[in-house]
């Protein structure tokens, strides 16, 4: 058995060591080397500011971090550092915003509304014949079903981001959805409160929210038909979206 070996094989329930959270969909950008790893260093870095609840006003999560911190992290020049940023955002995957003179700009990660897999990915079938199928992988099939509304077929297209909403900041609506909802539902921003409110105290998911909302809508109406008083937002087992 050899004695102070610098890596071992990896077994069942091993730790993996630390690492980032590479987005598949880089594999299919044509964004060079540095500007994928910078993205994936900032993307490890905004799930620190979402758990710190780091925010502006609309709720868009953002992070702090200085050209030099970058370029240390990276092992690469600062000037480097800045043509990946512009890269990106050409790509539309950060937004940079100006602080003050003394502080750094925020940096606002994006996260493209439509994934696409990279064929290196798919079909994918071990030695033994047996398939894997990661659940992100799972996800990248999903979203294949949006593959023909891509008028770019090399180039990931971005659409309106959902926008956070409620006073917990937990209700997710694109623009569209928002106003469609408006115009078909009375009292629209009274439920967006009472959903915020119920998924911050029960810590219950809901895949859809605006679908969410629109079936707490319409319950409301039904039951304000029927009878005065409370309705029941509360969704029985197997119910919740």
């Given at each position: ?16 060591p630390?690492?980032l ?10 964004l060079?080397?540095?500007a994928?790893l ?24 953002y992070?702090i ?12 020049s ?39 897999c990279s064929?290196?990915?798919?079909d994918?079938?071990p030695?033994?014949?047996t ?11 999903t ?10 077929s ?6 309106a ?5 409620g ?6 609506l ?9 115009a078909d ?10 959903l915020s ?12 929210h605006a679908?969410t ?6 319950r ?6 029927q009878?005065?008083?409370i ?11």
């Amino acid at each position: 058995m050899e004695v102070n070996a610098i890596s071992d094989y990896l077994k069942p329930n091993m730790p993996l060591p630390q690492y980032l959270p590479y987005a598949r969909f880089l594999l299919d950008t044509d964004l060079s080397h540095t500007a994928k790893l910078l993205y994936t260093l900032l993307l490890d870095r905004a799930t620190l500011s979402q758990k710190n609840n780091w925010m502006d006003e609309r709720g868009f999560v953002y992070v702090i971090f200085p050209l030099s911190s970058l370029s240390d992290a990276l092992r690469c020049s600062t000037m480097s550092i800045k043509r990946a940023l512009r890269s990106l955002e050409d790509a539309d995957l950060i937004e940079r915003r100006r602080g003050r003179i003394t502080v750094p700009n925020s940096i606002f990660v994006k996260v493209p509304t439509v994934q696409k897999c990279s064929p290196a990915w798919n079909d994918f079938v071990p030695s033994d014949g047996t398939e894997m199928i990661s659940s992100m992988e799972q996800k990248c099939s999903t979203n294949q079903r949006y593959k023909n509304n891509l008028k770019d077929s090399h180039l990931i297209k971005t659409t309106a981001a959902p926008l956070t909403f409620g006073e917990y900041h937990n209700v997710f609506l694109t623009e569209k959805e928002y106003k469609q909802l408006k115009a078909d539902f009375f009292g629209l921003d009274s439920l967006i409160e009472q959903l915020s409110a119920y998924i911050q105290s029960t810590g219950k998911k809901y895949a859809d929210h605006a679908a969410t909302l629109r079936i707490w809508a319409k319950r409301q109406k039904s039951e304000q038909k029927q009878a005065p008083g409370i309705p029941d937002y509360t969704f029985r087992e197997g119910e919740s979206l």
